[in-house]
């Protein structure tokens, strides 16, 4: 079964506008998602333009952070009044942030900071990005972490389709089933036919997880089990070969980008769909104004 629209919808979503991919290439994402942080680039293109994009994402997701790279030069955006505009019309439903050179001198950042922080009153910070990437990636994982952008969720779980099974041997029985979600902490999972009772709290080793292709080697010990409409749901925890909980890194990297993926296509997926309506919407009144 796929993601339903509505696990795509909640939760914390942050999304960088227009960021400078020299200074926070697009491998940053993955990081975000495996400290919890839903997060996503914004860039422009000659379809539909910047402001509209961003109404369709307020239209679409409840709680959402937007963090503005001013240092880029958008046609006629003139980024201090574009985003008192924004924060006037959404107040606290709007929550942004900007980020800016570091290069700038001392004048000129707190000539910003007075506006964008005290005139304004914006409530995400203003970000000075430096030009190594390993200090930036610091920077922003501390920026999402005060500002709280992964809500209540300590870790991103996806919840999985039909393509999406595992199996492993439990006194010379081969156990197999499916994987209902998974996170970089646990996967949840219902058994196909009938099987030996596993014990509460009992290691499971070589767990063969199938996530859509993606097939990991993993051991977890059960924490719970719970019936959903006759269903027997077991709930597994991760654990490493140093009988810690979690993933080793090789599983920890493959387990994320799964999950990583299932978000970003499903997220992508709707707001491609706002997009083309509003695109429509545009070329309807176009039409309507050149009408006789």
Request: glycine share 8%.
């Amino acid at each position: 079964m796929p993601i339903e629209k509505n696990d795509l919808i909640e939760g914390i979503k942050t999304f960088f506008i227009v960021p400078d991919l020299s200074a926070m290439p697009e491998d940053f994402l993955p990081n975000f998602f495996l400290k919890g942080f839903e997060a996503y680039y914004l860039l422009d293109d000659q379809y539909l333009d910047l402001s509209a994009k961003i109404r369709v994402l307020l239209a679409l997701f409840p709680e959402l952070i937007l963090f503005f790279n001013v240092d880029r030069r958008l046609g006629n955006i003139d980024w201090l009044t574009y985003i008192r505009g924004l924060q006037a019309e959404y107040g606290a439903r709007a929550r942004i942030g900007v980020l800016y050179g570091k290069h700038i001198g001392e004048e000129t950042r707190r000539e910003m900071e007075k506006a964008y922080l005290y005139d304004i009153g914006i409530n995400c910070g203003c970000i000075p990005i430096e030009y190594r990437k390993s200090s930036n990636l610091v920077l922003l994982m501390g920026v999402l972490t005060a500002n709280q952008a992964n809500g209540r969720r300590k870790y991103l779980r996806a919840i999985c389709g039909e393509t999406c099974e595992l199996n492993f041997m439990r006194e010379r029985v081969k156990l197999q089933g499916r994987i209902l979600d998974v996170s970089i902490s646990h996967f949840s999972c219902e058994f196909y036919g009938s099987y030996p009772e596993i014990k509460m709290y009992e290691k499971a080793t070589d767990i063969q997880l199938k996530l859509a292709g993606i097939i990991c080697t993993v051991d977890a010990v059960l924490f719970t089990k719970r019936v959903v409409a006759e269903t027997v749901i077991h709930v597994f925890v991760f654990r490493n070969t140093r009988g810690q909980d979690g993933l080793d890194p090789d599983m920890l990297s493959k387990v994320n980008g799964f999950i990583r993926e299932r978000f970003e296509r499903g997220v992508t997926s709707i707001v491609r769909k706002g997009f083309a309506e509003e695109i429509a919407k545009k070329r309807a009144a176009k039409a309507e104004k050149r009408k006789p």
